[in-house]
Nanobody, 124 residues
């Protein structure tokens, strides 16, 4: 199983970015996919996820209404659309996978496979 995250960059407050996570070695229909982030000096933090067999998502309160996760099974890709970015969104963003995962999974240890991370920097 491999996950490859990309799409990070530098934006100003209020801007938007779309992150991508290309997966191989697994079927997206069998895996819950999530995004986490880790800011310097802080613990890894859950951002949002999508359930394995539905389009149900469960975003963290800090990003609800601004960040949206989606997947394209034909392209083996999961996306994170980030709108209205704030300086506090600055972090390395990671995608992660859990087989048959559901809405209760918001901790890093709930996910068995991880991508390498992509840096998002939001300036004020």
């Amino acid at each position: 199983v491999q996950l490859q995250a990309s799409g990070g960059g530098s934006v100003q407050t209020g801007g938007s970015l779309r992150l991508s996570c290309v997966v191989s070695g697994l079927s997206l229909s069998d895996y819950a996919m999530s995004w986490f982030r880790q800011a310097p000096g802080k613990e890894r933090e859950f951002v949002t996820a999508i359930e394995y067999n539905s389009d149900s998502t469960w975003p963290a309160d800090s990003v609800r209404g601004r960040f949206f996760i989606s997947r394209d099974s034909a392209k083996n890709t999961v996306y994170l659309r980030m709108n209205s970015l704030k300086p506090e969104d600055t972090a390395v963003y990671y995608c992660a996978a859990n087989k048959f995962g559901s809405v209760s999974m918001i901790g890093p240890t709930d996910y068995e496979s991880w991508g390498q991370g992509t840096l998002v920097t939001v300036s004020s």
